[in-house]
T-cell receptor, first 113, second 113 residues
Framework: GDSVTQMEGPVTLSEEAFLTINCTYTATGYPSLFWYVQYPGEGLQLLLKATKADDKGSNKGFEATYRKETTSFHLEKGSVQVSDSAVYFCALTLGGGSYIPTFGRGTSLIVHP | DTAVSQTPKYLVTQMGNDKSIKCEQNLGHDTMYWYKQDSKKFLKIMFSYNNKELIINETVPNRFSPKSPDKAHLNLHINSLELGDSAVYFC????????????FGPGTRLTVL
């Protein structure tokens, strides 16, 4: 079946450090890929997405590129802030009438001042 | 304007009780979902529902039932609550196509004593 694998957390960084959170997937078709972020005490919200191979999603300084050859969608940010501390979820959905998403287990990011 | 809202935000109850959580979305979406998030932040889909089809995760006990009075509402009823039902429950909505974003509510933290 379809699955999403994320690196385990927590990831702990100092402010202004470079961030990478790895995400790889397996899917039977051509998925759309997403990163969601969950701030403490809140629901998930979309951070960025990409719907086809080689697309780059970006938002709030975060970026991720849809790599079909490596089935990956790694999240990066050049300089993290304390306010980026949250749980990050990688997810995929498939087209063709199957719209229920598959989520990774989430990666907690802690940024220290 | 809140896109997806849930009530109550906190729910504390005794084992064996029956409770409901309400969800409303004002996005005009056709599809709504219920998720359960455990203490390790793992997100599990429980139900997916649109005006034509209910898809149930087969691992969800039949004590849980979704009820949709109209397209904008999907309530979650839980009978005979157990300690293991303690979690955060999220409602979400989306368009029923593979590339579309999930919009999450703020969550309901259920504690069963």
């Amino acid at each position: 079946g379809d699955s999403v694998t994320q690196m385990e957390g927590p990831v702990t960084l100092s402010e202004e450090a470079f961030l990478t959170i790895n995400c790889t997937y397996t899917a039977t078709g051509y998925p759309s890929l997403f990163w969601y972020v969950q701030y403490p005490g809140e629901g998930l919200q979309l951070l960025l997405k990409a719907t086809k191979a080689d697309d780059k999603g970006s938002n709030k300084g975060f970026e991720a590129t849809y790599r079909k050859e490596t089935t990956s969608f790694h999240l990066e940010k050049g300089s993290v802030q304390v306010s980026d501390s949250a749980v990050y979820f990688c997810a995929l959905t498939l087209g063709g009438g199957s719209y229920i998403p598959t989520f990774g287990r989430g990666t907690s990011l802690i940024v220290h001042p | 304007d809140t896109a997806v809202s849930q009530t109550p935000k906190y729910l504390v109850t005794q084992m064996g009780n029956d409770k409901s959580i309400k969800c409303e979305q004002n996005l005009g979406h056709d599809t709504m979902y219920w998720y359960k998030q455990d203490s390790k932040k793992f997100l599990k889909i429980m139900f997916s529902y649109n005006n034509k089809e209910l898809i149930i995760n087969e691992t969800v006990p039949n004590r849980f039932s979704p009820k949709s009075p109209d397209k904008a509402h999907l309530n979650l009823h839980i009978n005979s609550l157990e300690l293991g039902d303690s979690a955060v429950y999220f409602c979400a909505s989306s368009l029923p196509s593979g590339g579309d974003t999930q919009y999450f509510g703020p969550g309901t933290r259920l504690t069963v004593l």
